[in-house]
């Protein structure tokens, strides 16, 4: 128990007050005052902290053993003074509260030194007034300490003396003062229907049972959802966020909207339901508006603003849904003021440190990389990433609303937050991308330092623990996160050694992983993929000499979420495990020097792809009742909704043909070893997914039908348009990364049939493709690296200077083009069997035809960079590094064994399919595979194919020719000799005849309907931000309609 | 009607009419003065919603110790203060909401002297840098 | 124009909503609970005659508290939020008439001597701490009246204040220590029902609250008596918002 | 495995279905540059000129290389015509003369003939001559087009007898002429001949090679001893072309007889096309494919389906 003589929360007040009464008796310059801020705060901060953990530890032994603490002033009982109340949800508020203020004091140290100390009263009463706000259980008394906090606000305002601060600080005063006009008429008609002022008098009192209470309960219920800035009468609250001091925002953003957030908790349960459906629509409405809104918003501090009223309008809405969130409502209610209070006051500091505000000029963070990691740590908080709390909050938030049926509100819940990440990201990626040199470094001084370092530490922390406390969590390694800090942290060593230290983490992670896996063939097969992929890129990490700052941390980031994925042991764990994959693979993709707009699409798609994810699995757990893996299965709430959504969700990463858009560019601009990584690996993570899924949907259902042929025709057409513009292409990543999609398109066509050989193809093609891929994009990327350029035309002849990747190139796209007699042939063979077998000829057919027209890329890519002509500025170009050539060569002799033994691989997986799908599987003898169809051995074509070719080679040799080596323009050349190797290279628009005839096919249709989405969003929102004129008539105005309108609204529901 | 009741009407109409002059009038200043009007109709719906009709200030002096005895000796009973006085609460947080409205108006008008100090206009229409 | 209609029909939907609110409000006949525990209570257990007193300075004193603590910061803001970045020039004022200076003269020290009276006798009588002050401070309006150009000294206006706020605050801890908690004010023995020198710690408390009310308001007063534009200023339309 | 006899027995027939099949080649060769001379009023060629041709390149004794991959080149094309004949169950019911069809069925036909193509254009890459390239990118650019309805009609085959094997396929046309697929799929079979013409490098699709604008195509830098295996190989991958059709569709062939025969009228197929027509741009081939011969296709699909 709390020792009340030490921590009594009246001294809050007493000493908050006490204290600044007393500054009265200083005057400007001195220290004095400023210490005795830092003091009072930490005095707060004590005192929270000395209940929280009060409460904390006893939640732990016993269950809700602890009852709230109640301070009566004045000697008497309520309700006839005034008390207060301290419990867990007072204790962690003005924990929160007092923290804030301690930092935010601290960051405004010189602000507040050079407006003396009459500006420190005012800021300390602002503290002290938040937790009265928090803590009494009396509603005047509330109302009392919200005019303190307004007061202060508005004098905190112009510490910073411009005309748009001033002009914001009127509006604020005076919406300010008609909330406080409306509230004030609330809490007397509630005192003379209820008798009482008390908080807790009241409810007993029932008000909403007499008609005047009804209305007593709509003025105190409309004038503190006012506090909270529902849209769209919120715009006084948005011109605050972007005139005040960035230090005052910060406290505002932080602590103020929890204070007005916990004064409405406390009024509602006054009311009946009605009161909390209002709060949830104006939640909604806000959630939505104003992430639409902040669409079109170019300035930093003013998009935090929105951005700060959307996350409000997110907690009314959980808020409102108190009855059918029930005890889970404070957790959820906390990951989100915990990720929103702290991320937003490390915005706005950081806003602080910035001269100028446009979102583009937030790249000088980057002078500062600790800044910069910063301002990520909280972009991705805000969205709901892992691991911070919002995750989880998010999580359960839409769990429950869907186990309740109220899919709308998810899903505008869902909609809304997307809405907020488009901008986020956008803006982030600026700060990570956009030219910074003509910027001035931000100006951190230690003390500003200071408090955005602890509350991202804090932000981490909270992350941490709500996880830890959440059912079905709590069972989480967290070994591999620590890794991977332990790598942030010696982020400052040579590439080398982290390298090292890397791979040796995941050499262990795999010994350790092995056992639990074996048995499993199918996590097995991706477990390899994943992790021994990650094992040979960072192999070829070792070519990099330097830093290469901030990239171990991410890559394994990606990898431990990859590795999450096959380890989960339920949903919330998969879904962390994607998200966490999914931040590692935007900052890798994101590297590339012209990224920005191609990391960003990246990442919308993952957010909306990981939003349809989450919807599916909170249907699905809703109607399994759990979260197990295995609530996959089966689903019986709207199942064709939870799996549709489920699949797209995963179909936005393995970027099938309608959620492609991003990977061209993303895969296309990223670095070798990166490339491999994203594209060879990352991909896969969503095949992974679509299998989970589609296991447990089966076949059977009737529902399963039309998806399964959506998404029959998803992947082959994702094959054939992926194939088609990779012909198209001049850059030979781009090249490849279109030749990922129409890979992956085979992938989910061969899924779709949910058959025994349509599953071999898929598992067949994820491991084959890793392979051949691999080694493309390594040799690729290691020689677009070497020369710089990824542009074929600007290649040539290289076979002559780099003959080991021209071999391994060779034989990579002999088995991606399923030429016998490599491995790549299997599939092929096995799609015709599927193909007749299952009857799905047209689908089948497309696909067919995709895997002619990969003829053409392959050998444009081959040609124009191996053969023809050799260019004059690469004549002395060397070998790709080393570090390249040793996992290709790996990867090489994993395709030659498979070559000789296709069996090998296909037997195991058949055998394991088999379990899933026992008809048509194929019988093997050998190397040699049967099916009710055909017949196929690998080795025998192998050594057939071998036998044939040495014959005619060494015929060839029989004839015992001179053979004289020429030079390179020794050719056919109409009589003349070419004198530059470019004019005889051909090479640019190699398939421009092809182009002309089909080119039709490759209209970027998809994109332009994206982009038409996107401009319509943009559109809209610039046409309703309008409604924000920068009269503060006009929001009075807006505040006034805003009563009037809900009133008659609720009136006409009543 | 009694005069609790007349307060009120008297209140919402002050309301209305402060309103008016918050939402209608240009200068910085008679919004400010539109707002304490409407400031003060709200004072003076508390003090009616804490008045009863026929009932005396509360306050137990000697006046209203006899005016005790009086109506004791009528009832037949001994009377208590609560059936003569008016509810007192209202009154006390009237006097709280008072000096709250004093302060907003205090600062408002200090936000009025500081705005015209930097564009010497009184017009709201000339502070709307901010916007969107 | 437009937005004059708009803001009619704005304000006749508001009216609708107070039509709703009196239509709905009945009004009482006998008081209720919280009153009728005053009623009955306030006496003996606080020892003020005057109830509101008892309410605002001991059942409510937090409330109370609270609206001190919101002058103190108007005045606080003000007072740096007006803050004269530099000396102006000499204002030429208009003598003011003799009519006024005579009166000023006559009446000011009554005046703080009434509002000193209204404080001190707050517990027993209509009036206290707030009123009080305010009177105080209308005395100090009818001063700053009388001669504009008049130096207040702020500083000490501002320690009366510190110390008046900081000793309130004191005394309401203490009560946690010596009473029944926060502003407690049975610190001290009831006394004498109806007496000065009664009410435990209440009258020490409203002289505290007017000492301190009476200040914050002059302060205010003075803070903006000394932003006023200098004649002849660059200011037709503060003149115009003057005359209006 | 098959029921005959050991590696080497295997090989030597193996040569001996190569060396019948390059013979029928180069005659049917010959006497199609006749039928072309005597059309436009020439005298034309002595119909064993290919002979002399293959003779005369085979001893020229010097070499001129560009590298590895162009020494190579032909190698590939070669090993891939002579995989076609020895993938292929040539004579129906002749163990012997089905060589090494145990290997894999028609789908690893239809896939090996991919390998020639790819290493010749490698290997004529590298030699650096620009019209190589454009002859590659033509060729590829008309194949995806070409091999739209020719899979069409394979897959119609397929799915008509539900079998990958040629040979069940071949048995499961015996017992008469009206049981060929030509008669009992007329739409496939259509189909069938419409790719063929686009497979055989011929007028109207021979832009390929194009005599006119570039010299030959993909293997303009190659000559002599190149030039003779490849002269090999266009005489051997025809006929293992034709003799594939022969098996989907005109019933297969039971003896060496009915093979010659078979594959010269089917070989005469394009010849006489391409005699009549004149020649195509590549983007015009390619739409061409993509109508009449597509729509041909999807219906005799459509077709099986219904029926």
Known sequence: MVDQLFFNPIYIIGIGLAAAFFLGFFHRGTLAPRIIMVAVTAAFTIISLAWMQAFLLQGQTAEHGQAAAQVFTAGFQPPFSINLRMGAEEAFLTLLINISGLLGGIYLLDTLKKMGSHAVSVFIILIMGMNGIIMTRDIFNLFVFMEIVSIAVAGLIVLQKETNSLAAGFKYMIAAGIISVFLLLGIILAYAVGGSLNIDFLTAADLPGAKAGMIALFFLVIALLLELKPFPANGWALDVYDAAPAGVSAILAAAGSAAAYYALVKILPLGSSSHYTLVAAAGAVTFLGSNLLGLKQHRGRRLLGYSSVGQVGLLLIILGFSEVLGAQRDYIAAGIILSHSLAKAILFWLAGMLKQDGLEAWAALRKKPILLILFGSAVFALVGFPPFPSFFAKWELILLLNGGRFYLWSAVILGASFLEAVYLFRWFGYALKMDNEKLAEPEAPLFRLLPPIVFGILLYGAGWYMGSILEGFANFSYIPLAFILFLALIDRLPAWIKNTVSIAGVTFYIIDLYPRLEGDLLRLIFAGIFLIGAVLTLLSGYYYKGRRAGFYPLALTMFAGLAVLIEAANLLEFFYGWELMTIGSYFLLIRGKKSMPHGYSYMLFSVGGSFAMLFGFSLAAAGAGSIAMSALTGVTVLPMLAYSLMLVGFLTKTASVGLHIWLPGAHGEAVADIHFMASAILLKAGVFGLITVLLGMGAEASYTGPILFVLGWIGALSALLGNISASFQESAKRLLAWSSIGQLGYIVFGLATMSHLGWLIAISYSVTHFLYKGILFLVIGGIALKLGTPYMYKMGGLIKRMPFSFLAVLIAIITLSGVPPLVGFAAKWITYNLIISEGIYYQGFIVLISGIVAFLYLFRMIYTMFLGQLKDNLRTVREINIWFLIPVYLLLAAIMVLSFFPNMLLRPVGEMLSGYFPDGAIAWTGTLGTTRLGYYDGGAIMYVIGGIFVAALLFFFSLRKRTQQVKQFNIFYSGEAPSRPELSHFSYNFFAHYQKAIGVLTLPLVTNFWNWLSGILHGTADFFRRIYTGNGQTYAYHLVLYIVVVFFLQRGGM | MNFGSLALGLGFLLILIGFWGLLTQKNLIKIVIGFSVVDTGVHIIMVGIGYLQGRTAPILDAALMQRTAAAGNQAGASADVGSLIVDPVPQALVLTAIVIGLGITALLLAYVVRLHEQRQSLDISSYEDLKW | ?244 | MSSFGSVPVKILYALLSIFIVMNIGLLLQGVTRKIYARVSKRIGIRFYQPYIDLVKNYFLRDLVSHGVMFYLGPIFRLTSGVGMILFIPLIYGSPVFSNFSFSGDAVLVLYFMFFGTLGMALGSGESGQPYSAIGVARGLAQVTAAEIPLILSFLAVFIQYQTLSISTIVGAQQGGFMHWTMITNPLATATALLAFLGSMMRSPFDVVLAPQEIPIGPPTEYHGAFLGILQTNRAIFPIAKTILYVNLFFGGAGNWFEFIIKAFLLYMWSVVVGTVFPRYRVDHSIRWFLKVPLALGLLSIIFLQIG
């Open chain 3, 1 to 244: 124009m437009i937005k004059k209609i708009f803001a009619f029909l704005l304000l006749i939907a508001l009216a609708g909503v107070f039509l709703v609110v009196l239509q709905n409000y009945e009004t009482p006949e006998e008081l209720n609970l919280t009153a009728a525990y005053y009623a009955e209570h306030g006496a003996e257990e606080v020892g003020a005659a005057n109830l509101v007193s008892a309410i605002v300075v001991t059942y409510r004193g937090l409330d109370t508290l609270g609206e001190v603590t919101i002058l103190f910061l108007t005045a606080s803001i003000l007072s740096f939020f007006l803050k004269q970045r530099e000396e102006r020039g000499k204002r030429s004022v208009r003598a003011s008439s003799e009519l006024l200076r005579t009166a000023s003269a006559v009446l000011v020290p009554f005046i703080f001597l009434l509002g000193a009276y209204v404080f001190i006798n707050g517990h027993l009588s209509p009036g206290g701490g707030f009123q009080g002050g305010a009177i105080i401070a209308s005395g100090l309006v009818l001063l700053l009246l009388t001669d504009p150009l008049r130096k207040v000294s702020s500083r000490l206006l501002a320690r009366v204040e510190s110390a008046s706020g900081f000793i309130y605050v004191g005394l309401g801890i203490a009560g946690i220590f010596l009473a029944g908690g926060f502003l407690d004010s049975r610190v001290l023995p009831a006394g004498t029902f109806g007496t000065l020198l009664s009410a435990g710690l209440l009258p020490i408390l409203y002289i505290l609250i007017g000492l301190k009310v009476g200040t914050e308001l002059s302060g205010l007063l003075t803070r903006f008596q000394e932003v006023q534009v200098p004649d002849g200023g660059d200011s037709p339309d503060l003149k115009k918002g003057e005359n209006v």
